[in-house]
């Protein structure tokens, strides 16, 4: 089923829509143990744009998310990776290997060996872009479009806000499409961020209820009960040892992590690991945690990441019932406008 996009709205993000190939400018937000083949080609199929979330995944398990996806949809779809992998190459040159046309890379500023490795192979690549000065110096490196995220986001988060990103990078970036993600939970979003220039967005919350998202039970009815408040971000304990915040709703796991982070810590400060293996300690953590919440039910002592939207997330949907409420909640928005 197509849904009606008002001619404003085509209009407005056709940017978007071109450089993805898709309908609506719409990317799905790359969620470990979440984005995975299901929800990925149900996203695309829909009119948007899946995201593998390959962050945790090493080079051979990667390909077969990548084709279990490929045979569940003909439509466009990326592979995200975060940059502290370490094998980051062998994760590109799966990637390109398997035909994937858009590579996104996250958690870190990539290199532009990266970048230009992904892009001499044939595929588009797409960077999230935390401050302005970033922005442009992945715009140089070759970077073909730029995610700006703000801490509203669930999951790994920066320190400005979604609204001050888009006024402080929308403006000065126009060499390359931007999406917008972090706290958009509903159609009258997208527009303003779209007003402001923007060539799309990204959503990872909202499609986490979908029907088509493997997560448990258990953990969709902990988003559908949740408000905006409960998503809350992790502490730093040490100034000397920098980890990036992870917002998720609050429970006992967010206690384990405090305790986790203390550990790791205590064994950089004697000598027994270095920052960088400390970080890569932290994030298998988070691996594992998030593992225990999604797949296996366990919402107390797992982590539940959500974004802030967590408080818009009412009801399981499907996919396409949850593209097609933002989609007429932005008509909606528009129509008002002019009609003012």
């Known amino acids: 089923?197509?849904?009606?996009?008002n001619k404003h709205l085509e209009k407005m993000w056709s940017r978007g829509c071109e450089f993805l190939g898709v309908r609506y400018a719409i990317l799905g937000g790359?969620?470990?143990?979440?984005?995975?083949s299901g929800l990925v080609s149900a996203i695309s199929n829909a009119g948007g744009f899946g995201v593998i979330a390959g962050g945790s995944m090493m080079p051979d398990q990667l390909g077969e998310v990548i084709k279990a996806t490929q045979e569940k949809t003909d439509k466009p779809f990326g592979v995200n990776m975060v940059t502290m992998h370490p094998e980051l190459d062998?994760?590109?040159?799966k990637c390109l290997e398997l035909n994937v046309k858009f590579?996104?890379?996250?958690?870190?500023?990539?290199?532009?060996?990266?970048?230009?490795?992904?892009?001499?192979?044939?595929a588009k690549v797409i960077c999230?872009?935390?401050?302005?000065?970033?922005a442009k110096r992945l715009v140089r490196n070759g970077a073909d479009a730029l995610v700006i995220e703000g801490n509203e986001a669930g999951g790994h988060i920066g320190p400005v806000a979604t609204s001050v990103l888009a006024q402080e990078i929308l403006p000065e970036i126009k060499d390359v499409p931007v999406f917008v993600a972090g706290g958009i939970g509903r159609g009258e979003a997208i527009v303003s961020y779209l007003e402001m220039g923007a060539a799309g967005v990204q959503i990872g919350t909202r499609l986490v209820c979908a029907t088509e998202c493997i997560a448990h039970e258990n953990f969709k009815k902990s988003f559908i009960r949740a408000s905006a408040r409960d998503a809350v971000s992790t502490l730093q304990l040490d100034i000397r040892f920098p980890v990036i915040p992870?917002?998720?709703?609050?429970?006992?796991?967010?206690?384990?992590?405090?305790?986790?982070?203390?550990?790791?810590?205590e064994r950089f400060n004697k000598g027994e690991l270095t920052k960088a293996e400390g970080q890569l300690e932290i994030?298998?953590?988070?691996?594992g945690s998030l593992k225990n919440a999604v797949i296996d039910g366990d919402v107390d002592n797992g982590s539940l990441m959500a974004g802030q939207s967590v408080g818009m997330v009412k009801q399981e949907q499907s996919t396409e019932e949850i593209l097609a409420e933002l989609i007429n909640q932005a008509n909606n928005a528009i129509e008002a406008k002019n009609t003012a």
């Open 1 to 5: 089923m197509s849904i009606a996009v």
């Open 30 to 36: 790359a969620m470990s143990w979440i984005s995975e």
């Open 90 to 93: 062998a994760l590109i040159d």
């Open 103 to 122: 590579i996104v890379l996250a958690g870190g500023l990539p290199s532009g060996a990266s970048i230009s490795r992904a892009k001499e192979g044939g």
């Open 128 to 134: 999230f872009a935390p401050a302005l000065a970033l």
């Open 246 to 265: 992870v917002r998720a709703i609050a429970n006992q796991g967010t206690h384990l992590f405090m305790e986790k982070q203390k550990e790791v810590v």
């Open 283 to 287: 994030e298998r953590f988070w691996v």
